[in-house]
């Protein structure tokens, strides 16, 4: 039989896990923040790729590895919202967009995928922030946004 603190402990755990599901799920809808995907592995994601979906939508294969971003530059117009699929051919890197409050991992194997939309222009830096070897810190790339502006 549980005791009377086990008991407790066992309702408690409940409750933070259904506390953490409901904030992930209110972010999610409520607030429509866009939470990091994990997607089933497929080698098409290996290929760097920008492609236009829709009139201000695109999707982004964007590849770590040792020690570049593929592709480096990704040119869109302002206003655009981006689906970023994002793997690495080697080591674990980082994927930071500063200005943008992306973060997300490039695992071998693996694809995790964010969405995010560009109101103003600029040249937003994509950057490693996970330590992965010598040229760790010139590990970047940019989305160039209506940069430089249009006449
Ligand atoms: Cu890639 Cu640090």
């Avoid at 992930?24 to 497929?42: F, H, Q, S």
């Avoid at 994002?86 to 695992?107: C, P, Q, R, Y």
Wanted: positive net charge; charged residues 20%.
């Amino acid at each position: 039989m549980l005791n009377i603190f086990e008991k407790r402990i066992l309702v408690l755990t409940g409750v933070l896990s259904m506390l953490f599901i409901f904030s992930i799920l209110y972010a999610k809808t409520g607030r429509r923040i866009d939470v990091p995907e994990c997607l089933p592995y497929n080698k098409a994601y290996e290929t760097p790729k920008v492609t236009q979906v829709d009139k201000d939508l695109y999707q982004v294969y964007a590849v770590a590895q040792m020690w570049q971003f593929q592709p480096s530059q990704i040119y869109i117009p302002v206003g655009s919202t981006v689906d970023f699929y994002l793997t690495s051919k080697d080591v674990v890197h980082g994927f930071n967009i500063f200005e943008k409050n992306v973060n997300m991992m490039a695992v071998y194997g693996g694809i995790n995928k964010t969405t995010v939309r560009f109101d103003k222009p600029g040249v937003y830096k994509i950057t490693c922030h996970e330590y992965c070897g010598v040229g760790h810190h010139n590990m970047q790339a940019e989305v160039i946004v209506n940069y430089p502006l249009p006449k």
